[in-house]
């Protein structure tokens, strides 16, 4: 019997999901602004912040970025960016520990007026402007644009004043990014490198001469994971419309073949081979 334990203990493990773990991770703190409240502006510059958003203000003048109670998503607050009346661009941010290059970025956005971006940045320079970026999406009366590793495309404006579930699929191996609004594939990016990992978000107008937006923002999620395409929820995506969406770099058949089955099978094969065996066995020694 002790053989046969092993044997179902080895099956049990070859029905467990192989090699690495799959853990997804949100990376943004207070995505839904329930806290109520937005830090407001460092007098001294633009500090790491991680876990709850600050309002990005250098120099003098009143806040333009709120937690506000309406517009509102989901919950008591969202999170709103008021440059009509602002002379520069303003913003509010935060920074994101663990970046990956496969993740999943949502967000609810209420567009009203103006020009805003919402954008993944890396090596941001938090004064200058200069950053290396992940992910940007900029949105004005002309049109949602969408860049990626270097890639970008135009998609169709949003309508104003109505919630719209904006959301991006990348996964850095695979070389893609999936914009979708509303749940539809609005656009596909498929760069040639993708060598940047999210480091900051930024939400709200990002001009050195305001664009002049209102922009509301809600339940705001950065879920990153560990880059496998097995575990890739814009695989998902890619099958369902694979006509629109790129082809993966590389033969990952190797790396995606099912190994596990073929354990599977032949330990059950083993476990029969063994019962089948030991029943013979037994039976020969009672004749
Ligand atoms: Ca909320």
């Known amino acids: ?118 954008e993944l940045l890396q090596d941001w320079d938090r004064g200058m402007g200069q950053a290396r970026f992940v992910t940007a999406l900029t949105f004005s009366d002309s049109g949602t644009a969408f860049s990626g590793w270097g890639l970008s495309l135009n998609a169709a404006a949003l309508t104003k004043e109505v919630w719209h579930e904006i959301s991006v699929e990348a996964d850095g ?19 040639t490198v993708a060598d940047t990992v999210p480091q900051t978000i930024i939400l709200g107008d990002v001009s050195g001469v305001a664009d002049n937006g209102l922009y509301t923002y809600d339940d705001v999620s950065l879920i990153g994971r560990e880059c496998d395409s097995r575990a890739s929820p814009a695989a998902a995506t890619r099958s369902a419309s694979a006509s629109a969406l790129p082809r993966l770099r590389g033969d990952e058949r190797g790396a995606n073949f099912p190994w596990w089955i073929v354990a599977v099978v032949l330990i059950a094969g083993g476990l029969i081979f063994f019962f089948v065996w030991r029943r013979r066995r037994s039976s020969n020694q009672e004749s």
């Open 1 to 118: 019997m002790k053989l046969a334990a092993i044997l179902i203990a080895l099956t049990t493990l070859a029905l467990l999901p192989t090699g690495r773990g799959y853990a997804k991770e949100e990376l943004i703190g207070d995505g839904g602004f329930e806290s109520g409240t937005i830090a407001p502006p460092d007098p001294v510059g633009q500090p790491v912040t991680y876990g709850s958003w600050i309002a990005d203000q250098p120099g003098a003048g009143p806040s333009v970025a709120a937690a506000v109670t309406s517009p509102v998503f989901a919950g008591a607050y969202a999170g709103q960016v008021d440059t009509r009346t602002s002379e520069g661009g303003r913003f509010i941010y935060q920074d994101i520990e663990r970046g990956t290059s496969c993740f999943v970025w949502t967000f609810q956005l209420y567009r009203e007026e103006g020009k805003n971006t919402a």
């Open 173 to 191: 191996p695979a070389l893609n990014q999936t914009l979708l609004i509303d749940g539809a594939v609005a656009g596909v990016i498929a760069p």
